[in-house]
């Protein structure tokens, strides 16, 4: 069974940084295409950032691109989110998302939720004074 697990989230004042961790485990897992989405209350899940294979393909949402960065290792299944300067509305429940090692995804195809095989449960961010 895949499992997909994040950590690293809490509550941070605005300004302020935290890094989110994601690794994969389970069955026949091998990782492909990575990504975060997140899901303000009350609203749908979007794209936040996304990275290929190989490392060498990153995606991000405009709102996050100066200020979020996405890295990973894949000796160990992971993925990490590096997030900086938090504002109140980076609020929301992030999820780790990852492909299978088979499937071809282009950098248009790192912020579609279809292009993903795994998800995992999520990690709250509380960006607040």
């Known amino acids: 069974q895949v499992r997909l697990v994040e950590r690293g989230g809490g509550l941070v004042q605005p300004g302020g940084s935290l890094r989110l961790a994601c690794v994969g485990s389970g069955g026949s897992f091998s990782t492909g295409a990575m990504g975060w989405f997140r899901q303000a209350p009350g609203k749908e899940r979007n794209f936040v950032a996304g990275?290929?294979?190989?490392?060498?393909?990153?995606s991000f949402e405009d709102s996050v691109k100066d200020r979020f960065t996405i890295s990973r290792d894949n000796s160990k299944n992971s993925v990490y989110l590096q997030m900086i300067n938090l504002k109140p509305e980076d609020t929301a429940v992030y999820y780790c998302?990852?492909?299978?090692?088979?499937?071809?995804?282009?950098?248009?195809?790192?912020?579609?939720?279809?292009?993903?095989?795994?998800w995992g449960q999520g990690t709250q961010v509380i960006v607040s004074s």
């Open positions: 990275i290929s294979q190989s490392g060498l393909t990153t």
């Open positions: 998302a990852a492909a299978q090692m088979e499937r071809y995804i282009d950098r248009d195809g790192l912020s579609r939720m279809s292009s993903y095989d795994y």
